[in-house]
């Protein structure tokens, strides 16, 4: 199992990244074009990916069909960061992170043990990442943070949040 310690560093070193995306790119562009991003910036970085991995969602143990991961971090150790388990990346581009986003993750997170590959079957994790869409009135006391991140596992049929960024704490 990855350790909370090692998730945390996954989470902020997506969110350096991902926030680099934005401040260099702006708002307004889909979630396709940020995740263009995020793939040049994981192979700057040295971290292993997977982009748009087929996964199996079942009923009963049945297939329903199959839907397409965001991202896969297969088990890595790199100069930032050490994953254990593998991790899944499931990304927006709205202006705030929904219960809908959220709904996908956990279906993910319960289908994926059932899937035939054993890099999938492993994965217990996942983290929503969103580049907030929105457009800003300018006023000073209207700042919002420009990339949400929210680490979620996957224990007893139940997502738990792990880590959020910003800490809405």
Excluded at 39 to 52: A, C, D, H, N, Q
Excluded at 62 to 82: A, H, I, M, Y
Excluded at 119 to 142: F, H, P, Q
């Amino acid at each position: 199992m990855n350790s909370k310690k090692d998730l945390v560093k996954v989470t902020e070193e997506i969110n350096k990244l991902a926030l680099a995306a934005f401040q260099s790119l702006g708002s307004g562009f889909k979630e396709e074009t940020f995740q263009k991003a995020l793939s040049i910036s994981f192979r700057k970085e040295g971290i292993m990916y997977l982009k748009e991995t087929n996964l199996e969602i079942f009923y009963l143990k049945e297939s329903l069909g199959v839907f397409r991961l965001d991202f896969l971090l297969p088990k890595q150790k790199n100069k930032k960061f050490t994953l254990k388990k593998p991790i899944i990346i499931e990304t927006k581009a709205v202006s705030k992170i929904s219960d809908d986003a959220r709904l996908q993750l956990r279906n993910y997170l319960t289908s994926l043990p059932l899937n035939q590959s054993e890099v999938l079957s492993e994965v217990t994790e996942g983290i929503i990442l969103n580049w907030r869409n929105n457009i800003y009135i300018d006023k000073e006391d209207a700042i919002q943070p420009e990339v949400e991140v929210e680490l979620w596992r996957m224990k007893k049929n139940k997502i738990h949040l792990i880590h959020q960024i910003p800490d809405s704490q």
